[in-house]
């Protein structure tokens, strides 16, 4: 069982950044690991993923160029840096991890384990 914990949500208006960062209570380096979020009324959406060892990583288009996926896997962290937020970014966004050893990409049934969330608002 790994817990993941999000923090850095907040409330920000458009055009400014935010990191999100993402902890993990156990060792994360054979994990695939993405971030996703969840608007009000709408269904979760992948935001990006990274591979085990930080050298593939893939960002929905609706985030591409202003959003950053990294991690470092000594700390077991994983980071969502995002810039050029807009009030569309507005979502619960969650932290999401797969078992050692299982690939994943944007499709959140290949996570295994998820975060409570951190709440991102951007205003206009």
């Known amino acids: 069982q790994v817990d993941l914990v999000e923090s850095g949500g907040g409330s920000v208006q458009a055009g400014g950044s935010l990191t999100l960062s993402c902890a993990a209570s156990?060792?994360?380096?054979?994990?695939?690991m993405a971030w996703f979020r969840q608007a009000s009324g709408k269904e979760r959406e992948g935001v990006a993923w990274i591979s085990p060892g930080g050298t593939i990583s893939v960002a929905a288009d609706s985030v591409k160029g202003r959003f950053t996926i990294s991690r470092d896997n000594a700390k077991k962290t994983l980071t969502l840096h995002m810039d050029s937020l807009k009030p569309e970014d507005t979502a619960m966004y969650y932290c999401?991890?797969?078992?050692?050893?299982?690939?994943?990409?944007?499709?959140?049934?290949?996570?295994?384990?998820w975060g409570q969330g951190t709440q991102v608002t951007v205003s206009s």
């Open positions: 156990e060792l994360i380096a054979s994990s695939y």
């Open positions: 999401a991890a797969t078992r050692p050893g299982r690939a994943a990409g944007m499709n959140g049934n290949s996570y295994d384990y």
